[in-house]
């Protein structure tokens, strides 16, 4: 048995003050490197030696609890306390990679969290793909209307918060999501640039998630940049919808909105997936920015439902003039609808930043720190956003 001690404090907080792991943890994972993720990671500098089962005795249960207040984790908080420390306020192409690569870009203890919490997202994406697909959860409900079957959407026995014992997460309205953290994408984007479109940063309680539908919710996705053949046969979308669906998520309505013109019979016939023909909008035109106008769906199409329904909103139209002004509309929410309706937002920002800009080129604009502040705004105001790749 070992430990090591976390020594750094974000306002007065420790995060972390001692990490317990037992040996024979491993043999749970099957695999020694996994040993990090099986750590107990204290917050208070209360030592506890204890055993897998006492651990699991232990551990509060947060499952269905409401958070009034967005709770970010220390990581993301060391960030948002450091931006122009860290050079993210510069619009000249500062790293994203750095921080997480070199120890000297911040402390020790901030370098060794990053990399736990990189082991602990590894850990996830394992059990991500290792889940056995589940079936509706809206039909349990419905037939049953109770929430017991909302537990079947565990990625792990213990809950989610199991596979992260760096204790990095943030926790939102929808439950547990992962933490702000540069480079705005896969943390094997820095090693390897096949991860550039990967989706394996992205953490999505659904257990918490499914514990808010009711038997009357519908589940909505507004997909704004709606193409299905700009990534080839690997698309972001589908593999999110399938995601969705693995952990008993059927989207009753997607209405997807794309400029670019395409024929129908190519989006239904070859470029959509036959499972999502039923559910499916193909609306091929641009969207408009303007507050109140038709081809506005934060007007036109997100507030035709209400709070007890389960909505997703993508933004992706690799347009600034269009993209922002949508971005900041749901931030200010003027009439405080927005932060009741919108379940998760995912938003592909495209700031300077030193390992994208080759992808991104000229469509760059703006500052890590406008889109680390923008994020985190978002996620205080209750609405749950992700970076997208």
């Known amino acids: 048995m070992g430990f090591s001690k976390c020594t750094y404090f974000v306002a007065g907080i420790c995060l ?10 491993v043999q749970s994972i099957g695999d020694a490197s996994a040993l990090l993720n099986q750590s107990l990671l204290m917050d208070t500098d209360t030592v506890i030696v204890a055993s897998n089962d006492a651990v699991k005795d232990a551990a509060p249960d947060v499952t269905g609890k409401k958070y009034d207040k967005y709770v970010p984790g220390g990581i993301e908080q060391f960030i948002m306390d450091n931006l122009e420390k860290l050079g993210f306020h510069k619009d000249d192409n500062p790293s994203g990679c750095k921080l997480l690569l070199d120890p000297k ?5 901030v370098h060794a969290d990053l990399t736990s919490y990189g082991a602990d997202v590894d850990a996830h994406t394992k059990a991500i793909a290792n889940f056995q697909e589940i079936p509706d959860l809206m039909n349990s409900i ?3 209307n109770s929430h017991a079957v909302c537990s079947t959407a565990r990625p792990h026995p213990d809950g989610i ?3 992260f014992p760096s204790n990095q997460l943030s926790q939102t309205k929808s439950g547990y999501v992962e933490p702000l953290t540069t480079p705005m994408r896969s943390h094997r984007f820095c090693n390897t640039k096949e991860a550039l479109m990967s989706l394996d940063y992205l953490v999505h309680d659904f257990e918490e998630m499914c514990l808010k539908l009711k038997p009357t919710s ?22 999110l919808l399938k995601l969705y669906k693995k952990f008993g998520f059927h989207f009753d ?3 997807g909105f794309e400029i670019t013109f395409s024929e129908p019979k190519k989006v239904f016939e070859e470029l959509l997936p036959q499972e999502y ?4 909008h193909w609306i091929n035109t641009g969207v408009d920015p303007t507050k109140g106008a038709k081809l506005n769906p934060l007007h036109s199409i997100l507030k035709q439902f209400d709070e007890d329904d389960f909505i997703v909103i993508k933004l992706d139209v690799d347009t600034h003039s269009v993209e922002m002004p949508l971005a900041q509309e749901l931030l200010e929410d003027e009439d405080g609808i927005y932060s ?4 998760q937002f995912y938003f592909e920002h495209h700031v300077h930043m030193k390992e994208i800009s080759k992808y991104w080129k000229s469509s760059m604009e703006g500052s890590l720190k406008d889109s680390f502040d923008l994020f985190y705004g978002l996620r205080q105001k209750g609405i749950p956003s992700h970076f997208w790749p």
Do not use: C
């Open 16 to 25: 972390g003050a001692f990490v317990i792991w037992n040996v024979s943890q």
């Open 105 to 109: 870009a911040s402390s020790p203890a």
């Open 142 to 144: 419905k037939k049953t």
């Open 161 to 163: 918060e199991a596979l």
């Open 218 to 239: 519908k589940r909505v996705l507004i997909d704004m940049g709606a193409s299905l053949s700009f990534h080839g046969s690997d698309q972001p979308i589908v593999t």
């Open 253 to 255: 309505h997607i209405y």
């Open 277 to 280: 023909l039923p559910t499916y």
């Open 340 to 343: 009741k309706l919108v379940d």
